[in-house]
């Protein structure tokens, strides 16, 4: 299995967008990405997830490129609020297997 | 729904004692799953359970860790004897059935600390 690698930290300033990108090589066509995001003391809490293209919610997009050898969580205009540690979680479905990365933590600044 | 319940929040004990851990999944969710989170190891998963099956106990780092789910509505991670090496936050999760892409659910965890 594939060992999922994301940047260790990222600092931005509020109104930015901010892009973390994840690398996740042996992706089988329908092991999803999901991503999640952790504030101090709190359980991680799920954001966006999606297996190929580009996924859109109502606080984030996914890139997933054709060759779904990374993904890109992308925060468009951050907050101060945003500042978090963010994970992404590949599901290796056929292996019965999950792996998170080892996060990036993730400051917003004014 | 009052999501994923995990007691204690907080555990402080003494090397060589056990320790139980307990977890509540949402209502209607088959996959269970109990990770362990620390500063140099990140988040690890431990062991995840399909329909109270453990389906993947590959993470659980050696004997003196179990885990059991006797029913839907709740499991147990215990340590004996416990060690401190073992202080970290142990988090539970649980997500609805289908598959193991669906978004996992959380709970508070348990900060524990091994003396």
């Not at chain 1, 997830?49 to 997009?61: D, I, P």
């Not at chain 2, 269970?32 to 998963?45: A, D, I, K, N, V």
Request: charged share 20%; with cysteine.
């Amino acid at each position: 299995l594939a060992k999922t690698t994301q940047p260790i930290s990222m600092d931005s300033y509020e109104g930015q967008e901010v892009n973390i990108t994840c690398s996740h090589n042996n992706i089988a066509t329908n092991d999803y990405i999901t991503w999640y995001q952790q504030f101090p003391s709190q359980g991680p809490r799920f954001i966006i997830q999606g297996y190929k293209t580009k996924v859109t919610n109502e606080v984030a997009s996914l890139f997933i490129p054709a060759d779904r050898k990374s993904s890109t969580l992308s925060l468009p205009r951050v907050s101060l609020s945003d500042t978090a540690v963010y994970y992404c979680l590949v599901s290796y479905s056929s292996a019965s297997k999950i792996i998170f990365g080892s996060g990036t933590r993730l400051s917003i600044r004014p | 729904d009052a999501g994923v319940i995990q007691s204690p929040r907080h555990e402080v004990t003494e090397m060589g004692q056990e320790v139980t851990l307990r977890c509540k999944p949402i209502s209607g969710h088959d996959y269970l799953f109990w990770y362990r989170q620390t500063m140099m190891r990140g988040l690890e998963l431990l062991i995840y359970f399909n329909n109270n099956v453990p389906i993947d106990d590959s993470g659980m780092p050696e004997d003196r860790f179990s885990a059991k789910m006797p029913n839907a509505s709740f499991s147990t991670l215990k340590i004996q004897p416990s060690e401190p090496r073992d202080s970290a936050v142990y988090f539970c999760a649980s997500s609805y059935s289908g598959s193991l892409n669906q978004p996992q659910h959380f709970g508070d965890g348990t900060r524990l600390s091994i003396l």
